[in-house]
């Protein structure tokens, strides 16, 4: 009974400390002036040089959960990393889309002005089992261009503690966990660009 009480305190301190740390949004170059009254943007996702959990490099992450898996289950830790690869354009892509263009008032186009470059820099997955999780979190650099010459930056916002939670703390799916810390990040710098 003792443990199962330090278990509940736990995950409440867990739970605490997590949601606690809002998401913090910050134009570091540029500015948005020349976005603001655009009805339409293109989106590109970067996933270059990130960070993963305590992980300085994805790869690293990837050998090490694929090899853990593969020993509990042959096969298991290759279907995984598989997974966590093409989560990007099935989940999380658009998720991100889906919230931005609603929070924003703005529509997809491949044919818009501008596009925002998302380079995710850093991935925490998070965990969950049961008594005890860790919301997912993203951080990246949103990098708002012209579509017709990208080298042409008009601003860059960074995005901190994207977080992923769902209600009721049924994520036991990494992608599923990630792919609410897209929303999450959608959702914030769609307000952002148009406020």
């Known amino acids: 009974m003792k443990m199962m009480l330090t278990c509940i305190a736990l995950a409440a301190i867990q739970s605490f400390t997590t949601t606690s740390q809002a998401q913090k949004l910050k134009v570091t ?16 996702f970067t996933y270059d040089n990130m960070a993963v959990g305590k ?3 994805e790869k690293e992450y990837l050998e090490k959960k694929t090899e853990e898996y593969n020993k509990k289950e042959p096969g298991r830790g290759d279907n995984w990393a598989k997974s966590w690869v093409s989560d ?8 991100f889309i889906e919230l931005f263009t609603k929070a924003s008032g703005m529509s997809e186009s491949k044919t818009a002005k501008y596009t925002i470059i998302f380079k995710t820099k850093f991935t925490e997955p998070g965990f969950n089992i049961g008594i005890v999780r860790k919301n997912a979190k993203v951080n990246a650099d949103a990098i708002i261009v012209e579509t017709a010459n990208k080298s042409k930056v008009i601003a860059i916002i960074s995005v901190e503690n994207a977080l992923g939670r769902t209600f009721g703390g049924y994520d036991f799916d ?3 966990r990630i792919a609410e810390a897209y929303a999450d990040a959608g959702k914030a710098l769609g307000k952002y660009v148009k406020k």
Do not use: C, H, Y
């Open 174 to 176: 990494t992608g599923e």
């Open 88 to 95: 990007r354009q099935a989940r999380f892509e658009p998720k």
């Open 55 to 57: 992980f300085d490099t």
């Open 29 to 44: 170059e540029g500015d948005l002036s020349s976005v603001k009254n655009e009805t339409s943007i293109n989106f590109d």
